[in-house]
Structures are given as structure tokens and as C-alpha cells.
Antibody
């Protein structure tokens, strides 16, 4: 069965970077895009971007461009989301999610359990 | 960016009531819309995909409809286990955007 398991909670200081991992199993990793979504405490969902593991291609909303980097290590079926120059506004639960359809970015189907990133001095 | 306007932001209904949540896109998104259910403290789950397809494992009292700019999520008979926040998301245009959420409570 498909599983998506994320790394554990992180506490970072303002100005630092954080790298969250997302390990997938139960399917051919290269065939499905990985999305990242975040949720600040008590707030709604915000799309952070996607990566195509097959090509390494990415797309990020303008808000995150220059600060977010998504990568994959296909040898271990793992995706990563690195966010730099952290501020308190980046405190959130970060989720990864597998796309629904092979070779397409549209939709999501399987979600990770979430990783809490806390930014505090 | 496409704006997704969800309403109401919260609602309180009795067990057995029919509940309707709407989501309006600022431009045509065809049927490229997901509905998510998020229980307190848990990750979101896809409830409806491609506007009207019920995800496996959810009961048929949940349904989705709409195309273009106007979409609806309906719970035909509200149950206590449906207490959650529901979000819509469009994936027709980048960046993919979410509605603000609807918190559903039992009266």
C-alpha cells in the first residue's frame, strides 16, 4: 500500500534554514509528482509547490521563490523541502502529498502525517 | 492567482441535517477541484476529487458537484464523525490555491 512518511518536528532560529523529508513507498516513486502544503497554527492550507521526481522540475508560488528548494533522492524514494531565511511567519505544519495521476501535477491523493516547524529565538 | 471563496466559514447543524458548503473560483477551473476533510490535529484527507468523485473509504452521504466557477460539497445527513474543517482547492492553474475553510460543528 502507498505510504508517505515525513521527518520529525524541527525547531529553528530566525534566519536559519530547515529541510523536511518525505519518504514514499508502495509505488514507483519517479512516476508521481510530490506536492508540499503548509498550515500555520489555527490557519488554513497554503500550497508551497511541487516537484517532478522524474525530471527534477519544480514549481513554486512567487511568494516562496528564492527561499524554497525542493529536491528528491530517487535512490531512496525521498523528497525534500528546504526553506531558508526563516521567520516566525514560517512556523507551521508542513505536509507532503503524492499527486493523484501518474506523470501529472494535478490533484493529490496520499498525504504525509505532517512536520511541525517552529521558528523561535 | 485564482481566488477560491468558500462559504460559510463555519456552520453548526444537527445530526441528520443536510449540509451544503460552497466554493467559488475567481475564474473557470473546469472540474479541477478537490475537497478535503481535516479533523482536528490531523492531516487533511482528500474527500472529493475532480469536483464530483468520492474518494475511496468515505460514505456516500458526501457528494460534490459543479464545474467552471461554482462548486458545492453536500453532506446529505450530518453525522457526529463529520465534525471537521473542509477545504476546497483548485488545481487548474498555478499556483494551486485553497479556499479559506469551513468548520462544521454539531448543534
Amino acid at each position: 500500500q502507498v505510504q508517505v512518511v515525513q521527518s520529525g518536528a524541527e525547531v529553528k532560529k530566525p534566519g536559519a534554514s530547515v529541510k523536511v523529508s518525505c519518504k514514499a513507498s508502495g509505488y514507483t516513486f519517479n512516476d508521481y509528482y510530490i506536492h508540499w502544503v503548509r498550515q500555520a497554527p489555527g490557519q488554513g492550507l497554503e500550497w508551497v509547490g511541487w516537484i517532478n521526481p522524474n525530471s527534477g522540475g519544480t514549481d513554486y508560488p512567487q511568494k516562496f521563490q528564492g527561499r524554497v528548494t525542493m529536491t528528491t533522492d530517487t535512490s531512496i524514494s525521498t523528497a525534500y523541502m528546504e526553506l531558508s531565511r526563516l521567520t516566525s511567519d514560517d512556523t507551521a505544519v508542513y505536509y507532503c502529498a503524492r499527486a493523484r495521476y501518474s506523470s501529472s501535477s494535478v490533484g493529490t491523493e496520499y498525504w504525509g502525517q505532517g512536520t511541525l516547524v517552529t521558528v523561535s529565538s | 492567482d485564482i481566488q477560491m471563496t468558500q462559504s460559510p466559514s463555519s456552520l453548526s447543524a444537527s445530526v441528520g441535517d443536510r449540509v451544503t458548503i460552497t466554493c467559488q473560483a475567481s475564474q473557470d477551473i473546469d472540474n479541477h477541484l478537490n475537497w478535503y476533510q481535516q479533523e482536528p490535529g490531523k492531516a487533511p484527507k482528500v474527500l472529493i476529487y475532480d469536483a464530483s468523485n468520492l474518494e475511496t473509504g468515505f460514505p456516500p452521504r458526501f457528494s460534490g458537484s459543479g464545474s467552471g466557477t461554482d462548486f458545492t460539497l453536500t453532506i446529505s445527513s450530518l453525522q457526529p464523525e463529520d465534525i471537521a474543517t473542509y477545504y476546497c482547492q483548485q488545481y487548474n492553474n498555478l499556483p494551486f490555491t485553497f479556499g479559506g475553510g469551513t468548520k462544521v460543528e454539531i448543534k
